[in-house]
């Protein structure tokens, strides 16, 4: 074992609302969220997971080389291919209005008639229009790619090597859902909602996805693709995060948030990161702050866990923050019944705060309070948190922490069996804060870092 003290260092007129706490006494019971695998679903993000483009296809190696020698091969698939590659998020949500067996799903495609006017009816999310309007126009090589994969034995594969791993992580995502308390849930997003969707309170059906690395995504009528290497302990939030999909901001809010990157160096920034090399909806940063407010209101996240999110989220989402920190401020205790999220956030969006060094200013002091870090990136194992990345230059490195190495104890007490979120509470700081670490290694020994 190694023994460590960590120093942390700087990184970059209201109605009565309804209470949380209320709603939740009046409505606490978990219930049962059935989570389905689907191929359909998958062939679409396979289409990602084997493009060129690496935000979809790191970490797919294995199947690039299993599949893409034999697509070259075939010229009519390949160049199907090439005009499908990367298509597989807004894929998936024009396919989620056909049906689930694999030889319907063509055979629907090939009735232009039908498919497309149910697509007309379930298209509420307005970003995929051009979308259908791409596969209207490429429809019969999308047909000719479906049929290749179909006779090269996809479904086969997929039957006989990643079915069977998307069924353990279900049985894991299910156990964490349970917990969740969904009518509360549910009238808190209808707040954050542009319409009064789904009256009778029906859970919308949610899938997990082997390729879908590295997003969760939305589909048609409020349905939800869970990436299978997600954290089980963040399944609630990744769902609350697509249930609150079903909002969509007006023009002029789209158009204040222009401005503000227009005008602001500092917003701009992040939105570079945010929205081209994250490749986001315009929205997204409305969704996070409406998913952060609900997620501590509810509890399924801290206050310095959703911090953490804002601070660590594409190296940090400004916008989203500010945002967040309002709703928290203006609605302590919950929303009120009358809540508009389309007109607050054309009142947030105009106030002095999104000036340039204001902006600034105001999002290094929210983060303040997590803005520590020991410079290091963790994932799960079954041993503990395991470390798998060190940046130079930070307390981890400085102390001889490396890649592989398995943080056992903080302050005294075990990290195993922490979700991951709540291992990052923990090991990050303000600047200044020590934490006493114990390390896994090869051998047993200690030492202490200043």
């Given at each position: 074992?190694?023994?460590?003290?960590?120093?942390?260092?700087?990184?970059?007129?209201?109605?009565?609302?309804?209470?949380?706490?209320?709603?939740?006494?009046?409505?606490?019971?978990?219930?049962?969220?059935?989570?389905?695998?689907?191929?359909?679903?998958?062939?679409?993000?396979?289409?990602?997971?084997?493009?060129?483009?690496?935000?979809?296809?790191?970490?797919?190696?294995?199947?690039?080389?299993?599949?893409?020698?034999?697509?070259?091969?075939?010229?009519?698939?390949?160049?199907?291919?090439?005009?499908?590659?990367?298509?597989?998020?807004?894929?998936?949500?024009?396919?989620?209005?056909?049906?689930?067996?694999?030889?319907?799903?063509?055979?629907?495609?090939?009735?232009?008639?039908?498919?497309?006017?149910?697509?007309?009816?379930?298209?509420?999310?307005?970003?995929?229009?051009?979308?259908?309007?791409?596969?209207?126009?490429?429809?019969?090589?999308?047909?000719?790619?479906?049929?290749?994969?179909?006779?090269?034995?996809?479904?086969?594969?997929?039957?006989?090597?990643?079915?069977?791993?998307?069924?353990?992580?279900?049985?894991?995502?299910?156990?964490?859902?349970?917990?969740?308390?969904?009518?509360?849930?549910?009238?808190?997003?209808?707040?954050?909602?542009?319409?009064?969707?789904?009256?009778?309170?029906?859970?919308?059906?949610?899938?997990?996805?082997?390729?879908?690395?590295?997003?969760?995504?939305?589909?048609?009528?409020?349905?939800?693709?869970?990436?299978?290497?997600?954290?089980?302990?963040?399944?609630?939030?990744?769902?609350?995060?697509?249930?609150?999909?079903?909002?969509?901001?007006?023009?002029d809010v789209l158009g204040l948030q222009e401005g503000i990157r227009r005008d602001n160096p500092f917003y701009r920034r992040a939105w570079g990161k945010i929205y081209e090399g994250g490749k986001e909806g315009?929205?997204?940063?409305?969704?996070?702050?409406?998913?952060?407010?609900?997620?501590?209101?509810?509890?399924?996240?801290?206050?310095?866990?959703?911090?953490?999110?804002?601070?660590?989220?594409?190296?940090?989402?400004?916008?989203?923050?500010?945002?967040?920190?309002?709703?928290?401020?203006?609605?302590?205790?919950?929303?009120?019944?009358?809540?508009?999220?389309?007109?607050?956030?054309?009142?947030?969006?105009?106030?002095?705060?999104?000036?340039?060094?204001?902006?600034?200013?105001?999002?290094?002091?929210?983060?303040?309070?997590?803005?520590?870090?020991?410079?290091?990136?963790?994932?799960?194992?079954?041993?503990?948190?395991?470390?798998?990345?060190?940046?130079?230059?930070?307390?981890?490195?400085?102390?001889?922490?490396?890649?592989?190495?398995?943080?056992?104890?903080?302050?005294?007490?075990?990290?195993?069996?922490?979700?991951?979120?709540?291992?990052?509470?923990?090991?990050?700081?303000?600047?200044?804060?020590?934490?006493?670490?114990?390390?896994?290694?090869?051998?047993?020994?200690?030492?202490?870092?200043?």
């Amino acid at each position: 074992m190694l023994r460590l003290w960590v120093m942390f260092c700087m990184s970059g007129g209201l109605s009565s609302p309804i209470s949380a706490q209320t709603e939740q006494s009046q409505q606490a019971q978990p219930f049962t969220l059935r989570i389905q695998s689907s191929l359909k679903y998958d062939f679409c993000s396979f289409l990602n997971a084997i493009s060129d483009d690496p935000v979809f296809s790191r970490g797919y190696e294995d199947q690039k080389q299993a599949w893409l020698p034999a697509i070259r091969n075939n010229p009519a698939a390949w160049q199907s291919f090439k005009i499908w590659q990367g298509h597989g998020i807004p894929l998936a949500y024009l396919l989620s209005v056909s049906s689930e067996p694999w030889p319907q799903v063509i055979a629907e495609l090939r009735n232009p008639e039908h498919f497309d006017s149910e697509v007309e009816k379930s298209l509420d999310e307005p970003a995929y229009r051009k979308e259908f309007e791409f596969l209207k126009e490429n429809r019969e090589s999308l047909l000719s790619l479906m049929e290749y994969f179909q006779k090269a034995g996809f479904e086969q594969y997929w039957d006989g090597r990643i079915q069977g791993l998307l069924l353990q992580r279900i049985a894991s995502f299910e156990k964490e859902m349970s917990m969740l308390n969904v009518p509360l849930l549910r009238r808190l997003i209808a707040r954050f909602s542009s319409d009064q969707t789904n009256p009778r309170g029906v859970l919308p059906e949610v899938y997990a996805t082997y390729f879908s690395r590295p997003y969760n995504f939305t589909l048609t009528r409020g349905s939800i693709c869970l990436r299978s290497d997600l954290d089980p302990s963040e399944a609630p939030a990744a769902v609350l995060h697509e249930w609150l999909h079903q909002f969509n901001p007006a023009s002029d809010v789209l158009g204040l948030q222009e401005g503000i990157r227009r005008d602001n160096p500092f917003y701009r920034r992040a939105w570079g990161k945010i929205y081209e090399g994250g490749k986001e909806g315009r929205e997204e940063e409305f969704v996070i702050a409406a998913e952060l407010y609900i997620s501590v209101l509810t509890g399924i996240r801290t206050e310095r866990e959703a911090l953490r999110y804002i601070k660590n989220t594409y190296r940090g989402l400004p916008l989203a923050g500010l945002i967040y920190d309002r709703l928290h401020s203006v609605y302590p205790a919950g929303l009120p019944v009358e809540f508009d999220y389309g007109h607050f956030l054309g009142d947030v969006l105009k106030s002095d705060v999104f000036t340039a060094a204001s902006m600034q200013n105001a999002y290094l002091r929210l983060i303040g309070p997590v803005s520590g870090s020991a410079g290091m990136r963790l994932e799960l194992s079954t041993q503990g948190p395991i470390v798998v990345q060190v940046f130079d230059g930070f307390p981890a490195s400085l102390a001889g922490i490396e890649i592989g190495d398995v943080l056992v104890e903080a302050n005294g007490s075990s990290l195993n069996g922490l979700p991951l979120p709540k291992v990052l509470d923990i090991v990050s700081g303000r600047p200044g804060d020590a934490i006493d670490l114990v390390v896994l290694k090869k051998g047993r020994r200690r030492i202490k870092l200043t």
